[in-house]
């Protein structure tokens, strides 16, 4: 009985995905059916399938070495936030667009008198100066371009996930790092 056990749990969290997967494809066709411009959501199956797949990999890999597990996280999570930026070619807006030039404005020097400007965005929202300053030292070091933003952006991204796989897999185990 305590063999079937651990043989139930050891796959647990394989059934419940696939099972999801599952109820998330039919749920899906069902509503691309009723709704054939939305076909975007078999994409968001394949993703996910695929997510499924990656996971599976990198624990065979986290079985076989954690240290090559960790570069894989890191390699892995370029390789994605590289691709979302080349395929939506993203854009400051809003609220991005006035911190970004807030931080050339400090790296200019002239950032004093938009802080001190009553009808500036800084003055009444002066708790994003911190942001602000971090945008604007990146921007010191690497130039102020927007593809700088990004790559640092990418760097910033990828080694938060291996921190929070660090974080969960300390917490609880190695298996629940690999999904977080």
Do not use: H, R
């Amino acid at each position: 009985m305590k063999k079937n056990c651990n043989v139930f749990f050891k796959y647990f969290i394989d059934v419940i995905f696939l099972i999801i997967l599952l109820f998330y494809f039919f749920n899906c066709t069902l509503f691309i059916q009723n709704n054939p411009e939305y076909n975007i959501y078999f994409l968001i199956i394949i993703i996910i399938f695929v997510y499924y797949i990656i996971y599976n990999f990198l624990k065979k890999i986290l079985d076989y070495n954690e240290k090559y597990f960790k570069i894989i996280i890191v390699i892995i999570s370029i390789i994605i936030y590289t691709i979302w930026n080349i395929i939506v070619k993203t854009q400051p807006v809003s609220d991005y667009e006035v911190l970004i030039k807030g931080a050339k404005a400090i790296v200019d020097g002239t950032f004093k008198k938009l802080s001190f400007d009553p009808s500036n965005y800084f003055y009444f929202y002066n708790f994003q100066v911190g942001y602000t300053l971090y945008l604007s030292i990146i921007m010191k070091i690497f130039g102020k371009t927007l593809l700088s933003l990004k790559i640092i952006e990418v760097l910033v991204l990828s080694f938060s996930n291996l921190l929070v796989y660090l974080i969960t897999s300390k917490i609880y185990n190695k298996k629940i790092g690999v999904i977080a």
